[in-house]
């Protein structure tokens, strides 16, 4: 079965840091786009970063200069280093990605994480 799962999520206060990790797993034969998303209550499900198989990446402009993904081709990993949390941060992080399962591009989500930032 083929999944991302997410880890690292947790209670942190404000001005600290968190690193979030997701892993796909399964019959995985490529990755190509991976992407972090989040959703605070009441809201919807917003982009926090997006990374290309070349390592492109793009930035909400709430988190540039304080968030950074980047990713493990060989391990297929993607990682969100959060830094200079505030308490707007305060979300259910998921992870996406396109994965090349089983002879087509499949656009996969995780469970989620929550992330919880104290004032």
């Known amino acids: 079965q083929v999944q991302l799962v997410e880890s690292g999520g947790g209670l942190v206060q404000a001005g600290g840091s968190l690193r979030l990790s997701c892993a796909a797993s399964?019959?995985?034969?490529?990755?190509?786009?991976m992407a972090w998303y989040r959703q605070a209550p009441g809201k919807q499900r917003e982009l926090v970063a997006s990374?290309?198989?070349?390592?492109?990446?793009n930035y909400a402009d709430s988190v540039k200069g304080r968030f950074t993904i980047s990713r493990d081709n060989a391990k297929n990993m993607v990682y969100l280093q959060m830094n200079s949390l505030k308490p707007e941060d305060t979300a259910v992080y998921y992870c996406?990605?396109?994965?090349?399962?089983?002879?087509?591009?499949?656009?996969?989500w995780g469970q989620g994480t929550q992330v919880t930032v104290s004032s």
């Open positions: 399964g019959r995985i034969l490529n990755v190509n786009r």
């Open positions: 990374i290309t198989v070349g390592s492109v990446t």
């Open positions: 996406n990605g396109d994965l090349y399962v089983f002879g087509n591009w499949q656009n996969h």
